[in-house]
């Protein structure tokens, strides 16, 4: 075997798996105002920004080759309520800065999330029965409401919306809602398979819902982290409802989950390495304990080895950047 290995020619020759700028989604914390830069304290190297600061981002996204950004608000209290309305109001935070960067950057593809976690005052990602004291979330009451935020996201121009929410039939009805306004090119990238998962800490510090959410959880609409069947069955039923792109979430912990949905389903796999994942490469660099850019570049291609062929990382510039460099 170590003949192969000698040199750095047959090295390249046999090797299986290439990550390249294309296969890289950038996630991007968005805010209100102007100039606003407020870095994540868990996230180092990741910034919330307005407008002005995302269009920067987005130019170096477009110039490094990276296909597409993902869209994450950062909503002010006074926006959030029990029932989220703001979440499909035309003029809130999103619709706007989708409308920016397709006028800058049409060739950009815009991802939005669909979810109502930003703007809900508990910090669920969907409605809850105010009556009910163990505030179970909702399902079917919570549908309408996705399928309103994800026609408003696709009016303004989003390219992809991405339901994360885990409600049971929310890719027929956001399919079915675009439909009916004739959007019949936006494109579903459905978080199917994600995890009730602790790795999310640092998001929910980035877009201000832990505080929110309290001492909730998710657990009773994302997946137990011990299965694995229910993933694919989550796929299968989003692949039935007419989702593009299916999701795994969070990442490393669950190659086993990507390189199955890949075999099994063979459809457009992406994965998602989560805040946390970031976090931990990020906190062991920083001691110099671990090679930030020899161990992010690991992670990338491992999930390409799994079968993804899409990657939302926190790295992505990073990547890209180190990609151009060739190094
Ligand atoms: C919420 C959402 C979460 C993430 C993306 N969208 C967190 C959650 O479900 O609580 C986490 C992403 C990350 O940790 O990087 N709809």
């Given amino acids: ?17 290439v990550l390249t700028a294309n296969d890289l989604i950038y996630p991007v914390f968005v805010l209100e105002g102007e100039a606003a830069v407020e ?9 919330r920004v307005s407008l002005d600061g ?5 130019e170096e996204a477009q110039n490094l080759g990276v296909p597409a950004l993902a869209l994450f608000p950062v909503v002010g209290a006074d926006k959030k309520s029990e029932g989220a309305e703001e979440a499909w109001n035309p003029d809130g935070l999103v619709p706007r800065v989708v409308q920016a960067l397709k006028a800058n950057f049409p060739d ?59 409600m049971d039939g929310r890719v027929a009805r956001i399919r079915a809602k675009l439909d009916e306004d004739q959007r019949i090119y936006t494109r579903i990238l459905a978080y199917s398979a994600k995890y009730a998962s602790s790795f999310y800490g640092p998001f929910r510090d980035a877009v201000g819902s832990a505080g929110n959410l309290g001492k909730g959880n998710k657990y009773t609409y994302q997946m137990d982290p ?11 039923l989003d692949i039935a409802e007419g989702a ?17 949905v890949k075999t099994e389903l063979q459809v457009p796999t992406y994965v998602y390495q989560v805040s946390g994942e970031y976090a931990m490469l990020k906190a062991a660099a920083a001691n110099g304990w671990l090679d930030e850019k020899a161990c992010a570049m690991e992670a990338l291609v491992a999930f390409k080895r799994a079968g993804a062929d899409g990657i939302l990382t926190y790295f992505a510039l990073d990547a890209a950047r180190w990609l151009r460099a060739g190094d």
């Fill in 54 to 58: 995302l269009l920067r981002l987005a």
């Fill in 1 to 17: 075997m170590r003949r192969m290995r000698r040199d750095d020619f047959s090295r390249r020759l046999m090797r299986e798996n």
């Fill in 39 to 47: 870095p994540v304290s868990s996230m180092p190297g990741v910034s």
């Fill in 226 to 236: 011990a299965n694995s069947d229910e993933a694919i069955r989550e796929v299968a």
């Fill in 108 to 166: 950009l593809g815009v991802i939005t999330d669909v979810a109502l976690d930003p703007y809900t005052s508990h910090g669920q990602d969907g409605l809850i029965d105010p009556a009910d004291p163990r505030g179970y979330v909702l399902n079917d009451e919570t549908l309408e409401a996705l399928a309103k935020q994800a026609l408003c996201h696709a009016q303004a121009g989003a390219d992809v919306v991405a339901p994360s929410d885990m």
């Fill in 244 to 260: 593009d792109m299916y999701m795994v979430k969070p990442g490393m912990p669950y190659l086993d989950i990507v390189r199955r």
